[in-house]
T-cell receptor
Framework: AQKVTQAQTEISVVEKEDVTLDCVYETRDTTYYLFWYKQPPSGELVFLIRRNSFDEQNEISGRYSWNFQKSTSSFNFTITASQVVDSAVYFC??????????????FGTGTQLKVEL | KAGVTQTPRYLIKTRGQQVTLSCSPI?????VSWYQQTPGQGLQFLFE???????NKGNFPGRFSGRQFSNSRSEMNVSTLELGDSALYLC???????????FGPGTRLTVL
């Protein structure tokens, strides 16, 4: 069965610090998809990134970067020069290639990031 | 393009009642998925509908059901409500399978 582990329950940093959110996944499939979502206090999940299992290239988008390592089954997320607006709960999620197709996300428990002035 | 919309945003019900939640996906998206979020269990997949057919189902009792209409709008129904059904119910739509899912603002259900 697939599983996503986010061991960091809560992280507090001071603005402008860099912070890395860890994500470790388990799956028996060779084809799978990994995602990161942000959930601000308003509650709506905001999509950040999607990565398939065949693409191990790291990705950078502004202050955000992601490090995907199949060898350690990890998909970590780094925010550079954090800002107060980054305060939110961040979820890592996994989707396996289901027989018959479909979308089913398995989420980690989330990491609450607090960025203070 | 308008995002995913969910109605109502807040709902208060009593045990034993039933409730229907509605979700309108992003225009052109045919896949609609439902998730339940609680402090204790986190985010859990309920089911997914595609072209009016349930394509995937999570591990929830039969009291949880859903349907999808020809315009891709979806509803989920919970019958015989229990206190433990209090949660944020999130709907998400996707263009294709395995693509990113876009979430609505959720319906917060409180069962008294």
């Amino acid at each position: 069965a697939q599983k996503v582990t986010q061991a960091q329950t809560e992280i507090s940093v001071v603005e402008k610090e860099d912070v890395t959110l860890d994500c470790v996944y388990e799956t028996r499939d060779t084809t799978y998809y990994l995602f990161w979502y942000k959930q601000p206090p308003s509650g709506e999940l905001v999509f950040l990134i999607r990565r398939n299992s065949f693409d191990e290239q790291n990705e950078i988008s502004g202050r955000y970067s992601w490090n995907f390592q199949k060898s350690t089954s990890s998909f970590n997320f780094t925010i550079t020069a954090s800002q107060v607006v980054d305060s939110a709960v961040y979820f890592c999620a996994l989707s396996e290639a289901i027989a018959g197709g479909g979308n089913k996300l398995t989420f980690g428990t989330g990491t609450q990031l607090k960025v203070e002035l | 393009k308008a995002g995913v919309t969910q109605t109502p945003r807040y709902l208060i019900k009593t045990r034993g009642q039933q409730v229907t939640l509605s979700c309108s996906p992003i225009s052109g998206h045919r896949s609609v998925s439902w998730y339940q979020q609680t402090p204790g269990q986190g985010l859990q997949f309920l089911f997914e509908y595609f072209s009016e057919t349930q394509r995937n189902k999570g591990n929830f009792p039969g009291r949880f059901s859903g349907r999808q209409f020809s315009n891709s709008r979806s509803e989920m129904n919970v019958s015989t409500l229990e206190l433990g059904d209090s949660a944020l119910y999130l709907c998400a739509s996707s263009l294709q399978q395995y693509n990113e899912q876009f979430f609505g603002p959720g319906t917060r259900l409180t069962v008294l």
